[in-house]
Structures are given as structure tokens and as C-alpha cells.
């Protein structure tokens, strides 16, 4: 069977995530074992075990998000004969997508992802930023708004909710004002600090070397970018991508309407939590999305896609 395969971002993280996965499928704790020993420290620790605030680190839940959506697409994949059409991931989960399609190796790519999530940790402690949602408004309004309080659109999610980046001051003007620019509220998130922004540019420069050292290849199917909104074109095309990807808008919607125009109705979403479905359905109310986060939901999922 056909399906686009997705990946969620950073945000989706919970504790206990991939504990029972470990426990139940050989494939699932193979894959986090060779992370671990890639990493030279006990991620899966972290993951299962927390505490939350260790967890929410952007160092520590992108790489664990890498690998929690890699152990069940390993477990999933032998299964059910699922033949991937394309992938694609929100944000960190982009590099899952890649990773899955065989762009780089599991272990080049959680390393890199590991360096990713340092660098934007640095950057958040370097320039402190802020983010918020705007909901039920169009995106040129959102485009304004944030060149009137100085800050950048971090996410075109889905029809009705788009993020903004930027400096604390700008985010609190653009909360205040969305209302006034026709958006039915402004909403502040709980976050680190400015993704998708300016404020990552520190970031972006150092990820550029490590991109360009990690060894790439053309993806076995099609991977959508965030920043293009379209499929990728061959290693140097993934490495100027997930490049422009730290400071650049994440193009969600644009990636999801592409494969829905080009027929494509069966996704199946892995990682913690259903967001990615959620979106979907602001954006193709006849698409089919299968969301797995866990052991019950991987059997949950494995009998729908075989009936």
C-alpha cells in the first residue's frame, strides 16, 4: 500500500517516549541501543525517564524525536508492506524524513541532529526570543503583522494557524494587535525561544559546515522541504534546505496541499501525538491519517492498514 510517510517537531516531545516500543519490538530497541552508542550517552534515558525539563532541552528532544519516529517506521515497515511515496517532517522532523528515506544514515543524521539542537540552544541563550500562534486569520494579515512589530513568520501550519518569531518585545505587540489585524487571538507559546527567526542565525552558521560535511545521497522517494514547500533535488539541494530551514519559515501547508493535489490521501503520522493530523484535516478534510506514538497505537495501526 501507498502512503506519505510524516514526521512531527520539536514540541511533540513527552516522557516515556519509545519505553514501551523498546520493550516490545527487537527492531525498535536495536535502532535506539545503535543511537545511543552513536551519541556516547543514554538518550533513551532521557526519553523514558525525563525528568520533563531535561527532555524539553532542544538538545536532548530533537535527536530523542529523531529516534522515536525512526524505531516505529523500523517496526512498522516490517509489519505492513508499506510502499512510501514520499516523507516529510515538521521542522526536526524533516531529517526524520530523511533519515527514513536513506538520504544519510541513522547515525550521521542523529548526530547532526544532535549538533542542531545544541546550536539552537546556544542561540537561545545568546538572544532570547519569543513565538505565538495567530488563529483564524489569512496569511497575508500574518505577513503584515509581523513587519509592523518587527519579527518573522515562522510557520504557514494549516488555514487558521500561523506562528510568528521574534524578539519577547515584538511577540507581546503582535499578541496585542491580533485582533485589531483581523486574527481571532494571538496566542503566546511555551517555547525556548525564537525558532524559524533572525534569532537563530548563530545557528544556521554553524549547522552549515556540519551539513556540508555529513555524508548524503538522493532520497529514496520524494522528502518535501520546509523552507521550499516542495520536494528536494539531490544531496546539495538537502543541504541548502535544512540550511535555510533554521531561520526560514517552515511551509507546512504548502508541502501538504502539494501532495494532495497530486492525489495522495493515505499518511501515517509517527511520533508523539496526533499534530500532524490535526492539521491535516484544516487542509484536506478527505485525507486519511494514521498516527502511531506507541506500542498500542503501532497494533491499532498495523491491523487498519493490513484490513
Known amino acids: 500500500m501507498k502512503a506519505v510517510l510524516l514526521?512531527?517537531?520539536?514540541?511533540?516531545?513527552?516522557?516515556?517516549?519509545?519505553k514501551d516500543v523498546y520493550e516490545a519490538y527487537p527492531e525498535a530497541r536495536a535502532l535506539m541501543d545503535a543511537a545511543?552508542?552513536?551519541?556516547?550517552?543514554?538518550?533513551?534515558?532521557?526519553?523514558?525517564?525525563?525528568?520533563?525539563?531535561?527532555?524539553?532541552?532542544?538538545?536532548n528532544c530533537q535527536p530523542?524525536?529523531?529516534?522515536?519516529?525512526?524505531?516505529?517506521?523500523?517496526?512498522?515497515?516490517?509489519?505492513?508492506?508499506?510502499?512510501p511515496v514520499a516523507a516529510a517532517g515538521l521542522s526536526l522532523g524533516e531529517f526524520t524524513a530523511h533519515a527514513a528515506a536513506g538520504t544519510f544514515a541513522m547515525e550521521d543524521g542523529?548526530?547532526?541532529?544532535?549538533?542542531?539542537?545544541?546550536?539552537?540552544?546556544?542561540?537561545?541563550a545568546a538572544a532570547p526570543g519569543s513565538m505565538?500562534?495567530?488563529?483564524?486569520?489569512?496569511?497575508?494579515?500574518?505577513?503584515?503583522?509581523?513587519?509592523?512589530?518587527?519579527v518573522d513568520v515562522a510557520n504557514f501550519n494549516c488555514p487558521g494557524q500561523i506562528v510568528l518569531s521574534g524578539s519577547v518585545e515584538g511577540i507581546d505587540k503582535a499578541v496585542a494587535?491580533?485582533?485589531?489585524?483581523?486574527?481571532?487571538?494571538?496566542?503566546?507559546?511555551?517555547?525556548?525561544g525564537a525558532y524559524h527567526s533572525r534569532f537563530m542565525k548563530s545557528a544556521q552558521?554553524?549547522?552549515?559546515?556540519?551539513?556540508a560535511a555529513t555524508p548524503m545521497q538522493s532520497p529514496a522517494f520524494p522528502v518535501y522541504c520546509n523552507f521550499g514547500g516542495r520536494p528536494v533535488q539531490g544531496p546539495d539541494d538537502v543541504r541548502a534546505?535544512?540550511?535555510?530551514?533554521?531561520?526560514?519559515?517552515?511551509?507546512?501547508q504548502a508541502c501538504m496541499a502539494d501532495l494532495v493535489s497530486r492525489g495522495e490521501r493515505l499518511f501515517i503520522e509517527m511520533g508523539p501525538g496526533n499534530t500532524l493530523a490535526g492539521m491535516m484535516a484544516r487542509i484536506c478534510a478527505d485525507a486519511r491519517v494514521v498516527s502511531i506514538q506507541d506500542a498500542a497505537t503501532l497494533e491499532a495501526a498495523v491491523a487498519e492498514l493490513q484490513g
Not at 514526521?7 to 519509545?18: D, K, L, R, S
Not at 534546505?241 to 507546512?252: D, K, P, Y
Open 132 to 150: 505565538a500562534a495567530l488563529i483564524a486569520g489569512t496569511p497575508e494579515a500574518a505577513v503584515a503583522l509581523a513587519q509592523e512589530c518587527d
Open 241 to 252: 534546505m535544512l540550511g535555510e530551514q533554521v531561520c526560514g519559515s517552515v511551509r507546512w
Open 36 to 59: 545511543d552508542a552513536a551519541l556516547g550517552r543514554r538518550l533513551t534515558e532521557v526519553m523514558f525517564n525525563g525528568p520533563d525539563a531535561e527532555l524539553t532541552r532542544t538538545a
Open 205 to 211: 552558521a554553524a549547522l552549515l559546515p556540519v551539513l
Open 177 to 192: 494587535g491580533a485582533k485589531a489585524a483581523g486574527f481571532k487571538r494571538g496566542l503566546k507559546l511555551n517555547v525556548a
Open 110 to 124: 542523529l548526530r547532526l541532529v544532535e549538533k542542531r539542537g545544541a546550536f539552537m540552544e546556544e542561540a537561545c
Open 7 to 18: 514526521f512531527p517537531g520539536q514540541g511533540a516531545q513527552q516522557v516515556g517516549m519509545g
Open 64 to 83: 530523542a524525536l529523531y529516534v522515536h519516529g525512526l524505531a516505529l517506521w523500523s517496526v512498522l515497515k516490517r509489519r505492513v508492506q508499506v510502499e
